[in-house]
């Protein structure tokens, strides 16, 4: 083990397949940190068999032990139905719940880890993050300029501490506490004084047909694929993001990889 590493997590099947693109991505970007993956009980060890393949490291962690109450409140349909989702579809799959599990990075035994959601991809190598102060994310940008003002928890700058996860523990499940972003709601709340990361850290998809100006290949170190997985077999916007999903095609087969840099851009709209 060295002493950093990028970190996700798994917590059913479709997102290790999701995993298993992000892990080869790290590789192929010649990093030198660790590469874990957390997992939850929801995935099954055939899930999990491509991951260790790709030379990640398997780290089995507990859902957090929140109360009925939480639980009901961060329910998928309580929380859909209090907070709708009206620029995208979160796929079946989607657990608002699990999210919180991500936390459990703070217990890991590393100095400095650089956290990325399962649905994310690597371009470049990204190890200066390291380098990173906790807390580092980049703003959820994918609309327009009022983006900003919200964090993206997709990829964050972390430092592993007992004591720190003790303190989020604390506030996270105090009595009626509702966060309706999940763990960004809470994060952004628990570190209100973010260092705010380049957006091309965090390329929302939803950028390539909203903001196209915005979309520069040779720029893009991480891309996330939020709301509709490209793995997912049909979705309303997968015309519009052909040349996403072909890219994340590449990464999760055993193929070559296009050089990302000379990738044609997004065309914008007349």
């Given at each position: 083990?060295?002493?950093r590493a990028?970190?996700?997590?798994?917590?059913?099947?479709?997102?290790?397949?999701?995993?298993?693109?992000l892990?080869?991505?790290?590789?192929?970007?010649?990093?030198?940190?660790?590469l874990?993956?957390?997992?939850?009980?929801?995935v099954?060890?055939?899930?999990?068999?491509?991951?260790?393949?790709?030379?990640?490291?398997?780290v089995?962690?507990?859902?957090?032990?929140?109360?009925?109450?939480?639980?009901?409140?961060?329910?998928?349909?309580?929380?859909?139905?209090?907070?709708?989702?009206?620029?995208?579809?979160?796929?079946?799959?989607?657990?608002?719940?699990?999210?919180?599990?991500?936390?459990?990075l703070?217990?890991?035994?590393?100095?400095?880890?650089?956290?990325?959601?399962?649905?994310?991809?690597v371009?470049?190598?990204?190890?200066?993050?390291?380098?990173?102060?906790?807390?580092?994310?980049?703003?959820?940008?994918?609309?327009?300029?009022?983006?900003?003002?919200?964090?993206?928890s997709?990829?964050?700058t972390?430092?592993?501490?007992?004591?720190?996860?003790?303190a989020?523990?604390?506030?996270?499940d105090?009595?009626?506490a509702?966060?309706?972003?999940?763990?960004?709601?809470?994060?952004?709340?628990?570190?209100?004084d973010?260092?705010?990361l380049?957006?091309?850290?965090?390329?929302?998809q939803?950028?390539?047909?909203?903001?196209?100006?915005?979309?520069?290949?040779?720029?893009?170190?991480?891309?996330?694929?939020?709301?509709?997985?490209?793995?997912?077999?049909?979705?309303?916007?997968?015309?519009?993001?052909a040349p996403?999903?072909?890219?994340?095609?590449?990464?999760?087969?055993?193929?070559?990889?296009?050089?990302?840099?000379?990738?044609p851009?997004?065309?914008?709209?007349?």
């Amino acid at each position: 083990m060295t002493r950093r590493a990028y970190v996700t997590l798994v917590t059913n099947a479709d997102f290790a397949r999701g995993a298993a693109a992000l892990v080869r991505s790290l590789t192929l970007s010649g990093t030198t940190a660790d590469l874990v993956v957390m997992h939850t009980g929801g995935v099954r060890a055939g899930d999990l068999a491509p991951l260790a393949a790709r030379g990640a490291r398997l780290v089995a962690v507990d859902l957090l032990d929140t109360s009925d109450a939480f639980n009901t409140a961060h329910d998928r349909a309580t929380l859909h139905g209090r907070v709708p989702f009206t620029k995208g579809n979160k796929p079946s799959f989607h657990t608002p719940l699990d999210n919180f599990a991500k936390l459990r990075l703070w217990q890991l035994d590393y100095d400095c880890v650089v956290f990325l959601d399962a649905d994310t991809l690597v371009l470049r190598n990204c190890d200066r993050l390291f380098d990173y102060p906790e807390f580092c994310a980049a703003p959820n940008v994918y609309e327009g300029l009022a983006d900003f003002r919200r964090m993206n928890s997709g990829v964050f700058t972390a430092r592993p501490d007992a004591a720190t996860f003790a303190a989020m523990m604390a506030r996270l499940d105090q009595p009626g506490a509702f966060w309706p972003r999940t763990d960004q709601s809470f994060l952004q709340d628990f570190f209100p004084d973010w260092h705010g990361l380049p957006v091309t850290f965090n390329m929302l998809q939803y950028v390539w047909f909203a903001m196209p100006a915005l979309w520069h290949w040779p720029d893009i170190n991480i891309l996330h694929y939020q709301y509709e997985k490209p793995w997912q077999m049909d979705h309303a916007k997968a015309d519009a993001l052909a040349p996403l999903i072909a890219l994340w095609q590449a990464y999760a087969g055993d193929w070559p990889v296009p050089v990302v840099a000379d990738l044609p851009g997004p065309v914008p709209p007349r």
